[in-house]
């Protein structure tokens, strides 16, 4: 199995680059606000992309120090794949607690584990078909609407244009 890497950007700029050209060219390149750079520049490293094989991984590491930023490679632990579960057996176990030390930051994401119950909300039952046994349609016959039996208005007067 080829070895996998991950970006790791921890604050450090390139020397002689201007902090805030820097800050606006992570700001072009990422598509990130103010407070998404100032996560980035915090100085605690942070992983921009993973699952990298080494040729792409030092693509990317060329591309962000001309952009100012200098980042580093880091090897990926290889973790066996997990086993899919049967689809008869579903786990109703819930979701492990977080210790206080791995609480995410507030307004971050994090993945759910293998097997939790993403959607704990109870399903909404479906409701029954209304009965239309009342209606019906009657034959088609001539037109959808009436016909309008009025006559056309008379075409305007254009005697008084001239063409020069």
């Not at 591309?63 to 580093?72: D, T």
């Not at 119950?117 to 239309?132: A, F, K, Q, S, Y």
């Not at 254009?158 to 063409?163: V, Y």
């Amino acid at each position: 199995m080829l070895e996998k890497y991950e970006l790791v950007f921890s604050g450090e700029t390139t020397p002689g680059a201007p902090l805030e050209k820097v800050r606006a060219n992570a700001a072009k390149l990422f598509h990130a606000g103010p407070a998404q750079l100032e996560k980035l520049f915090s100085g605690s490293p942070v992983v921009l992309k993973n699952n990298l094989d080494k040729a792409t991984a030092e693509s990317y590491l060329t591309k962000l120090k001309s952009a100012g930023l200098v980042c580093s490679l880091r090897a990926m632990q290889q973790k066996p794949a997990p086993q899919p579960a049967s689809p008869k057996t579903k786990s109703k176990e819930p979701a492990p607690k977080l210790s206080p030390k791995a609480k995410p930051e507030e307004g971050s994401l994090s993945i759910a584990p293998v097997g939790a119950d993403v959607n704990p909300h109870e399903e909404i039952p479906v409701p029954p078909m209304p009965d239309t046994n009342h209606f019906s349609l009657k034959e088609q016959k001539g037109y959808l609407f009436d016909q309008d039996d009025t006559p056309p208005p008379p075409p305007p007067n254009t005697n008084h244009i001239t063409l020069e």
